[in-house]
């Protein structure tokens, strides 16, 4: 069963924006943290940033920080990932995620049970 979907991918140039969106059900929204990962072709998922729901506290991965924005609705039950300067590096398909309800360590990906399907996310030269 679909958890959250996700949307907004899509093809950029090189310090563009693309801002994704993560739509989900009030209980998967409610948790502690909902997450932002990515994975490129032959790499490991990665945490990219996660925002805390009951006060909206952010936190970055070193590559997104400065440049990268997560921001929730909780009356629409969505989170969103503002990314701007994008670089070719960024392309990956992206994922939303929420916490389990034993919570955990905002980065920790083990701590995510509840998952989209991903966005792709082409960033060219």
């Known amino acids: 069963q679909v958890q959250l979907v996700e949307s907004g991918g899509g093809s950029v140039q090189a310090g563009g924006s693309l801002r994704l969106s993560c739509e989900g059900s009030r209980s998967t929204v409610s948790r502690v943290y909902m997450g932002w990962f990515r994975q490129a072709p032959g790499k490991e998922r990665e945490w990219v940033a996660s925002?805390?729901?009951?006060?909206?506290?952010?936190y970055y991965a070193d590559s997104a920080q400065g440049r990268f924005k997560v921001s929730r609705d909780n009356a629409q039950g969505t989170v969103s990932l503002q990314m701007n300067s994008l670089k070719p590096e960024d392309t990956a398909m992206y994922y939303c995620?929420?916490?389990?309800?034993?919570?955990?360590?905002?980065?920790?990906?083990?701590?995510?049970?509840?998952w989209g399907q991903g966005t792709q996310v082409t960033v060219s030269s």
């Open positions: 925002i805390r729901r009951f006060d909206g506290s952010t």
């Open positions: 995620a929420a916490q389990g309800p034993s919570g955990g360590l905002y980065s920790d990906i083990g701590s995510y049970v509840f």
